[in-house]
């Protein structure tokens, strides 16, 4: 790791020690311009690193450069602009002659710096810093790089972004600069999902959601292929589901998403904003933010989250159409460098699994089609919907701490209505239980009016009807 570089190359104590601090800055700095930064940023942040890499060098034995980090976000600064005024005091480490007179530049060049400046250019500095050093190869990333990790965002690109958001008002920005510390996590690196795990997870759902096995078999295939593939290469083809409402779509995303252990974002392609979603807006925007991609991305440890893109036949041509984003995303070649609008630097976004769901292919894009793996999701038979009525009632137990217990006739007379959807179905077990806590009850019926005209008339002839939670 990086952060593991030791500052043993300065000779402390010797007339060379200033020498030996410049020659690592100018190694360390010498392939590292960003077009975001200029000459004079540039200059600062090189000599700040001069005189932090010679004042850990003398304090700390066996210094790192993660102690350099540490000492720009020292919390014991009462603010960044104490930091710079550290070195007009700091005299151990400034005591050869060169060094003293090297100090003496520094803090003239330094005096003029407010206290907000200060703030933006030790953001600016840790960025340039981090990315310097890995771009410098004095340790290069890839060697520890773990062998199941691929690049998403270049430290580089990012620390051109944070200087593009520095100059953004405190609104704005302070979300932005959390996202892009996110992004520099790990050096920008995010993991791909061990195949043969997800393949075993993938497995036991199969068995669960019967009218989902043919995606799940899809997926279970390009598992077997990604699994002897290098982290690069991996890669799941975008799936589009045709079926209508509550029958499972979702449900499906949610399982291969449990399966490989990665996040899950759902975004609506009908939105009138839709393509604002994906991409970020530009910050000259009042209500610019950066986009859902960039930002998931960033906050978690995988490179293929997860992200169901719902209603694709609702696509509508208007003035921000999401179509063209969405191509562009479904393309492993464009995919590979998506610009997010808001930081205005790209991102490798190829690895993201996508999604999509419909009720038919009326009204889905032809294009669309041509880059997605269909599959049709019919409805769940009565045997998997009382698998999830009782699926739902453990949940609600778990949550709820309560021993409630549901009734087994008015369960399985729920599960025969075909014409009551997974989410009406879902939504008639958490009004029962509310029903049954609110009065003090252990049992749950499913009563709702619908599948109670159900129960009365097949109930009739019984010797007696369950009783009404009232």
Avoid at 197 to 204: G, S, V
Avoid at 348 to 357: E, N, R, Y
Avoid at 422 to 437: K, Q
């Amino acid at each position: 790791m990086l952060e593991n570089f030791k500052l043993d190359c300065i000779r402390c104590e010797t007339v060379h020690d200033l020498a030996d601090a410049v020659a690592l800055a100018t190694k360390v700095f010498a392939d590292s311009k960003t077009p975001a930064m200029d000459k004079a940023t540039f200059e600062l942040s090189k000599n700040l690193f001069i005189g932090v890499a010679l004042d850990i060098a003398y304090t700390k034995k066996n210094g790192m450069f993660s102690d350099m980090l540490d000492f720009l976000t020292d919390p014991g600064w009462d603010s960044p602009l104490q930091m710079f005024h550290h070195f007009d005091r700091a005299g151990e480490a400034f005591q050869q002659k060169d060094a003293a007179a090297w100090r003496t530049e520094f803090m003239k060049t330094t005096a003029h710096i407010s206290r907000d400046m200060a703030t933006t250019l030790v953001k600016q500095c840790r960025f340039h810093w981090k990315s310097a050093l890995r771009i410098s190869g004095i340790n290069q990333r890839e060697k520890s790089c773990p062998s199941d990790c691929v690049s998403v965002f270049k430290q580089e690109l990012v620390a051109s972004a944070l200087h593009i958001t520095a100059a953004l008002r405190a609104d704005k920005n302070s979300g932005a600069t959390l996202i892009l510390e996110n992004a520099q996590v790990n050096e920008g690196y995010r993991t791909v999902p061990n195949a043969r795990i997800a393949r075993a997870n993938l497995e036991k759902a199969k068995g669960k959601f019967e009218n989902l096995a043919e995606p799940i078999n899809r997926l279970q295939s390009r598992l077997i292929l990604a699994g002897c593939m290098r982290p690069d290469d991996f890669y799941i083809p975008p799936m589009l589901l045709l079926g209508e409402p509550g029958i499972g779509k979702t449900c499906l995303a949610m399982q291969l998403a449990k399966s490989l252990d990665v996040p899950m974002e759902k975004i609506s392609a009908g939105s009138a904003q839709g393509a604002f979603q994906f991409t970020g807006s530009h910050t000259s925007w009042a209500s610019a933010r950066p986009g859902s991609l960039f930002t998931l991305l960033a906050a978690g440890k995988s490179a293929t989250p997860i992200v169901i893109v719902d209603e694709v036949d609702k696509i509508r041509d208007a003035q921000y159409p999401v179509l063209p984003v969405l191509l562009d995303l479904l393309e492993r070649e464009t995919a590979k460098r998506f610009k997010d609008e808001f930081f205005e630097m790209t991102f490798d976004a190829s690895k993201i699994i996508f999604v999509l769901t419909a009720n038919s292919l009326d009204g889905v894009p032809p294009a669309l089609i041509s880059r997605c793996e269909i599959f049709e999701v019919p409805r769940p038979l009565p045997r998997q919907r009382l698998r999830i009525i009782e699926e739902v009632a453990n949940s609600l137990r778990a949550k709820t701490r309560m021993s409630i217990a549901l009734d087994k006739t008015t369960s399985v007379i729920l599960s025969e209505r075909m014409d009551i959807d997974l989410r009406g179905m879902t939504r008639l077990v958490e009004e029962a239980f509310a029903i049954a806590i609110q009065s003090g009850e252990s049992d749950a019926f499913l009563y709702g009016d619908k599948c109670m005209k159900q129960y009365r008339s097949d109930a009739l002839g019984r010797s007696e009807l369950p009783r009404t939670i009232h």
